[in-house]
């Protein structure tokens, strides 16, 4: 064999990625980085909703487009876009088992996460070019 | 042919939630999945309100009248209770992830701290937001 793994799945298995993906550990280190992350970029967040409740539309728009908040509610909503595709895959993999809905389910994930991720890093974007 | 139908059955599946006694460590474990999941979703509060502003006037002005309608403010009561809960739950697992506090004695006083210490920051976070909002 020219590429050879250590597994003890049948080879049919593997081929129908019933075997391990072999990326578990970086997955794991990708859900703790994002989730050191998140910590102070959580509360920073809390504290800017805070700071603009009941504000008008116009001084929301200056506050979120402002340098430094906008890249902390980039860098918050980045961080947990992928955070939580992580976690979603984790829960997925747990529950779902028939073959067509895990991977509806695993596609509708990663469709979810980009969509919400991106839209939201388009807003504040928008904002920022805006002031 | 008994051989044939035997392979058709459904395979055996390993014990499940529902045959474990329930203590409060497996509780905890199921609260973050759970706060996990909720946030999931309610991250399209989080960009809806973005592209509100991003939009224009009308378009905060719903998502402020939404916000402040009474189930609004349930609804964001208890996402901040499960943003809270969950950050505090996974400080408690990086806490984990160092080898400490894994004791029996320890494991009951952090988990009893993640519950009451999320209920009582979002009660400080509300009160604050009370407070200042114009």
């Known amino acids: ?131 | 042919m008994a051989e044939a139908n035997l392979s058709r059955r459904e395979r055996p599946l390993s014990p499940h939630i529902q045959i474990y006694k329930w203590t409060l460590p497996f509780l905890m474990s199921g609260f973050h999945r759970v706060t996990g999941f909720v946030l999931y979703f309610g991250f399209a509060l989080i960009a809806w309100w973005l592209l509100a502003a991003a939009s224009g006037p009308s378009a905060y002005a719903n998502v402020q009248w939404f916000y402040g309608t009474f189930i609004g403010r349930l609804v964001l009561l208890g996402y901040t209770w499960a943003l809270v809960h969950h950050t505090l739950g996974g400080i408690r697992h990086l806490f984990w992830d160092t080898g400490r506090g894994l004791g029996d004695g320890e494991i009951d006083w952090l988990a009893r701290a993640t519950i009451g210490g999320s209920i009582v920051l979002t009660l400080i976070v509300w009160t604050i937001g009370y407070l200042v909002m114009r």
């Open chain 1, 1 to 131: 064999m020219a590429h050879e793994t250590k597994t003890v799945h049948n080879p049919p298995a593997a081929a129908r990625y019933y075997g391990s993906a072999h990326t578990g550990t970086q997955t794991f280190w990708h859900q703790r980085i994002t989730s050191v992350a998140g910590v102070p970029l959580t509360i920073a967040f809390i504290a800017i909703v805070i700071a603009l409740l009941g504000r008008s539309h116009a001084t929301t728009g200056q506050v979120l487009g402002s340098p430094l908040v906008a890249i902390v509610v980039i860098l918050f909503v980045a961080s947990i876009a992928y955070h939580m595709w992580i976690g979603m895959q984790e829960i997925i993999v747990d529950y779902v088992h028939g073959p067509v809905a895990k991977y509806l389910a695993l596609f509708g994930n990663m469709f979810f996460c980009s969509v919400v991720g991106l839209a939201s890093i388009y807003a504040v974007l928008k904002l920022s070019n805006g002031v």
